[in-house]
Structures are given as C-alpha cells and as structure tokens.
C-alpha cells in the first residue's frame, strides 16, 4: 500500500464549504470537464479543496507506508542467508526508501510540507498500511513479504499510474517498475527454499505464509460497502477499481502462484466457483483490520518509536544543512 484503501478521512476534510461563489462553481465544472475528458490535473491547475485534500491524504499516508515498510525488512538484512540475498534486500529495503520520497515530493505539490506530514506520522495523526505492523519473525518473512505484499501493493498500485493527478501518477509509474522486481524476488527466494530447502525450510515457507495471507488480503481496505469515500475517489478519477475488485483479483492470481510453490493458503474455505470464474474465498477479520489501523497491532508502536527516533537522530543533520544553506546565501548577497 501501499494504499488507495485506507479510506479513513478526518472530519473537517469531509466537511464542503456551504457557500460557494459563481466563479468557483464555473471553475469546478470545467475542472469536472477535464477529469471526464480523461485529462490530467497538474499542480498549477485550479483544483477543488476537498479533491487537493483526499490526493494529500492518501500520497502522504502511502509515502508513510513506504518508509515505516522499510522496517520489518531492515531487521533481516544483517541476516540474510548469503551474500546474494543480503544484496537483494539491501536494494529492496533502499528501493522503499526511494518510493517514500517521490511520494513526499508528489504530495508537496499540493502545498503540504514535508514537516507537516513528519508531524503527522510522528504523532500518530496520520496512518499507513497496516500490513507493517506485523513481525517478521523468520527468514522466509522476507520472500512472502515480496510475494504478497509487494505483489498486494502492485495490483493496488498499477491502475494509479494512469490516477487523474500527474504527479502522483509519474511518482507510480517508477515506482510500479521496481514493485514488480520486488515481487519477483520474494517469489524467487520462496521457490528456491521450496524445491530445494529442507523440511525444515519448506515448513517455515509454509509458516510464514498461514502468517501474513490474512493480513495481505487486508491490504486492499474495508469491503466496498463500508469505504464510504470510494465513490468520490472514482469520479475524480483518483481510484480505478473498488477495494473488493482488487482484492479478487489478487486472491486469484496467489491461488495460482501457490500451486506453483507448492504451499497451502490458510483458508479452508478457497475455493474456485465456476460460475463465478473466481476464487470464492472466507471471511475476513475486519475486527483485527480495524484494531491495527487504530494502533492496536502487534508492532504500532515499535514502528512509530523508530520512525520518532530516526527523526530526532537526524536533527543534527537537519541544523548542519540549514546552517550551510544560511552561509552560502550569505556569501551569494555579499
Ligand atoms: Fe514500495
Ligand atoms: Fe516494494
């Protein structure tokens, strides 16, 4: 997500103002012409307040995703199992650091500073995936972490390359490419300890797969008739398919990507359905979704204290280069 799916928004955002000029109504039309038209919105382009808001909201909340994601992969890197994959998930965990920082810059043309959205995170105001507050507790976290997160994270991801504001839509398309390697690789390590491991690695395949399936499908946000904000989200042109489209999607191409590994998706009740020519698949537990998302996950506040302590082991660094900016337009005026 990571994420068009957390469709949670404050109640201010929600509010429209009552009273809205001639002129601001002939500019919403026209702006409501062009999103019909296909056209993309760029910063300097008249757009309505409520649409600038949802766009902060979910960029910034998906720049956060990025970042606080590095986490549960930088606690692997100091032991991978060679030099290879230490290599890989050095670049992987890099990668996220990338994404993280298109995505504060494609949020920042709408007026919104990068302290604000670090106040944001660091207060615990704003959200982000909730698939990151899980542990990874074993080394094949990381290859079913690239499997079906960062496999969730592309089928979520790729229809808003084409999203209705340009930047965010640029800032996808990088990062879409580098998404899909990731995935591969988190399918390649699986399928190496799969056909070749021993039983030992096989079962911890198996392991780490009953863990983060649930959470994985999760990744996609509430069932479409409790995302209330979704229908706006789609006429604007920011949201391509609803929560539930992508998430079949998704457990239909995992149920093929098992068989191939040779693993079993924790949920008795998968099932293929002829008539729907898709994977019929259990309830999931929206209780837990919605307890993770309101910080009651298993590693919340783990991840938030290390995002707070990076942040304040960086101040130095913050003073450093203001103090050299300040010295050098000293010297550029004298
Ligand atoms: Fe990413
Ligand atoms: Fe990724």
Redesign the pocket.
């Known amino acids: 997500m ?1 994420t068009q799916a957390m469709d949670t928004m404050g109640k201010d955002e929600m509010r429209q103002p009552a009273v809205r000029s001639a002129d601001e109504l002939q500019l919403e039309a026209r702006f409501n012409e062009r999103i019909d038209a296909g056209e993309f919105i760029e910063a300097k382009d008249w757009m309505p307040e409520h649409y600038r808001k949802t766009l902060v909201r979910q960029i910034s909340q998906h720049a956060h995703s ?1 970042i606080v ?1 590095m986490l549960p992969e930088g606690n692997w890197i100091s032991r991978a199992p060679t030099l290879k994959r230490k290599a890989i998930l050095l670049a992987k965990v890099q ?2 650091g990338g ?1 993280g920082l298109y995505l504060y810059a494609a949020a920042e043309t709408l007026g919104t500073s990068r302290d604000q959205m670090f106040d944001a995170l660091h207060t615990g105001r704003a959200k982000y995936s909730s698939i990151f507050n899980y542990p990874t507790l074993s080394w094949a976290d990381m290859g079913t972490i690239g499997w079906l997160v960062d496999g969730a ?1 592309i089928m979520n991801q790729v229809p808003i390359c084409r999203c209705s504001y340009a930047p965010y839509a640029r800032a996808m398309i990088r ?1 879409c490419r ?2 899909s390697f990731h995935q591969r690789q988190g399918f390649e390590a699986l399928l190496t300890m799969m056909t070749k491991g021993t039983p030992a690695q096989k079962a911890m395949v198996q392991d780490a797969v009953n863990r983060w399936w649930w959470p994985s499908i999760m990744m996609f946000g509430p069932p479409d008739d409790q995302s209330p904000n979704s229908a706006q989200s789609m006429r604007w042109g920011i949201k391509k398919f609803s929560n539930d489209e992508l998430r079949q999607k998704f457990v239909d191409a995992a149920v093929d990507q098992a068989k191939v590994l040779g693993v079993t998706l924790p949920d008795p009740e998968l099932k293929w359905n002829e008539a729907r020519q898709s994977n019929d698949f259990g309830a999931i537990d929206w209780a837990e979704f919605w307890a993770v998302i309101a910080g009651d996950g298993p590693c919340n506040k783990e991840r938030l204290a290390a995002r707070v302590k990076a942040w304040d082991d960086g101040a130095w660094v913050r003073e450093a280069a203001t103090a050299h900016a300040r010295k050098h337009a000293m010297k550029e005026a004298a």
């Open positions: 990571y990025e994601g990668d996220e994404h994270a990062i580098e998404e």
